[in-house]
Nanobody
Framework: QVQLVESGGGLVQAGGSLRLSCAASGRTFNNRAMGWFRQAPGKEREFVAAINWGGANTYYADSVKGRFTISRDNAKNAVYLQMNSLKPEDTAVYYC??????????????WGQGTQVTVSS
């Protein structure tokens, strides 16, 4: 199994940047795709970005392409989400997740507790 803990959320003005981190534990971490999802109040959880276990392949939602970058450091058991040019519509709780295939957002089945990101207008 894998345990995930997110950090790095906070309050930022529109146009600003934040970097989210996900600390992972578990012997299967290096064999799993990793992803970021987000959920705003009253809305369904939505896919943001994913990366395969080796870190060579990434996949992004259209809404964040060109602004967000996902990366991982398997030696440190860590996953990151660099968020630039933030918009008020990016406001949500962001979740780190582990799954089987980076290109299939339905394959993610382990989740962290989430970190709040608030973007003011």
């Amino acid at each position: 199994q894998v345990q995930l803990v997110e950090s790095g959320g906070g309050l930022v003005q529109a146009g600003g940047s934040l970097r989210l981190s996900c600390a992972a534990s578990g012997r299967t971490f290096n064999n799993r795709a990793m992803g970021w999802f987000r959920q705003a109040p009253g809305k369904e959880r939505e896919f943001v970005a994913a990366i395969n276990w080796g870190g060579a392949n990434t996949y992004y939602a259209d809404s964040v392409k060109g602004r967000f970058t996902i990366s991982r450091d398997n030696a440190k058991n860590a996953v990151y989400l660099q968020m630039n040019s933030l918009k008020p519509e990016d406001t949500a709780v962001y979740y780190c997740a582990a799954g089987g295939r980076y290109s299939d957002y339905n394959s993610f089945d382990f989740w962290g507790q989430g970190t709040q990101v608030t973007v003011s207008s």
